[in-house]
């Protein structure tokens, strides 16, 4: 009997969730979502407020504001009206968004459930096959080629046919055998591919440009992925200022550029001081040595969001996102660009 009761809240609790009718409006560049029946009312900057539809209702929208969500559960299109009482239909509610606040759909939709990627742009090397099947939470792998493999070294393992990658660090080589830093998180099968590199950008491209990216290879999986920031981290020897790049007096000559390719090239930006970098991403702060810290530089660049720059780099089959380095920066200890974004899933 207790069982049922619990049933049947949860059952009227989803009921009430649903049924209640919200007014939804703007009124300048305010956003207003009020409840005709309680009188909540929740309100912001449009810029601040998100709806975010769910993966399993093609009518069902949750209330974000400033990233947090308002409500904890979500609203039926068919218990929203507009500022004149009509209720809304998919189609209407849909322009609202678009014209009302600003969102992207597609971008909003797939940040709630989709896979994570978090990797660093890496400059492949050696390219070969897996010779062993892996299990997950196995560290070791066997490959069928370990020429130029060292410790340190930046490894992707692709499989096509089952649309998963690896990223991790080989902390050991001994023959063909290669242990990572990070356990595998799939069952990759003998001949998956794997690339291998580095990821430490201190190179020098000042005669022949040094391009680092994503996929990096041919061989990459199909799956399409939107990149919503990258964050950069620098470690010098000397002190920086805006006028440096890093700790190198003066600046570069020629500039990092940041870059989409995608059957087309498209330049993002070029960056030749630190005061740049600042200029185009703001998040960013010289790291003076004070104590036992580390001088260098830290920055985070942020496409995603209705308070940066509106966007995400959307990266389908056969597209990269490229750092190219065109100046001698082999006094800098350290310089990488680490990369997040999710899994676009339809």
Do not use: C
């Given at each position: 009997m207790r069982n049922i009761k619990i049933t049947l809240l949860l059952l009227l609790l989803t009921f009430t969730t649903y049924s209640q009718d919200w007014k939804i409006y703007k009124s300048g560049n305010y956003t207003y979502i009020e409840n005709l029946v309680d009188g909540q009312l929740i309100e912001g900057g449009s810029s601040t407020i998100e709806f975010r539809k769910l993966l399993s209702s093609d009518t069902a929208y949750r209330i974000f504001k400033d990233g947090v969500d308002q409500l904890n559960f979500a609203i039926d299109v068919t218990d929203m009206q507009d500022v004149n009482g009509i209720t809304f239909t998919i189609s209407t509610f849909e322009d609202f968004k678009e014209v009302k606040t600003g969102l992207s759909q597609d971008i909003n939709i797939q940040d709630q459930h989709s896979p994570v990627i978090v990797a660093y742009f890496s400059l492949v090397e050696e390219e070969t096959l897996l010779t062993n099947t892996v299990a997950i939470n196995d560290y070791d792998i066997v490959v069928d080629d370990p020429t130029g493999l060292v410790i340190g070294e930046y490894l992707s393992?692709?499989?096509?046919?089952?649309?998963?990658?690896?990223?991790?660090?080989?902390?050991?080589?001994?023959?063909?055998?290669?242990?990572?830093?990070?356990?595998?998180?799939?069952?990759?099968?003998?001949?998956?591919?794997?690339?291998?590199?580095?990821?430490?950008?201190?190179?020098?491209?000042?005669?022949t440009p040094v391009i680092f990216g994503v996929r990096n290879t041919d061989e990459a999986i199909g799956a399409t992925f939107d990149i919503t920031r990258i964050i950069f981290k620098c470690y010098t020897t000397g002190t920086n200022d805006l006028s440096k790049f890093g700790d190198i007096a003066g600046g570069l000559t020629n500039g990092i550029v940041l870059r989409k390719v995608d059957g087309e090239f498209r330049n993002i930006f070029n960056a030749k001081t630190n005061g740049d970098l600042k200029n185009i991403m703001f998040d960013f702060d010289i790291e003076p040595a004070q104590g036992s810290a580390q001088d260098g530089f830290t920055g985070r660049l942020t496409f995603a969001g209705q308070n940066k720059i509106g966007v995400t780099v959307r990266l389908m089959p056969g597209e990269d996102l490229q750092m190219i380095i065109q100046d001698d920066l082999t006094t800098l200890i350290l310089f990488n660009v680490l990369l997040e974004g999710h899994e676009v899933i339809d």
């Open positions: 393992i692709f499989n096509v046919a089952a649309n998963r990658f690896y990223v991790g660090s080989a902390v050991n080589v001994v023959g063909s055998t290669i242990t990572m830093d990070t356990p595998m998180d799939f069952a990759f099968p003998s001949g998956s591919f794997v690339t291998s590199g580095q990821r430490n950008m201190n190179v020098n491209g000042s005669v």
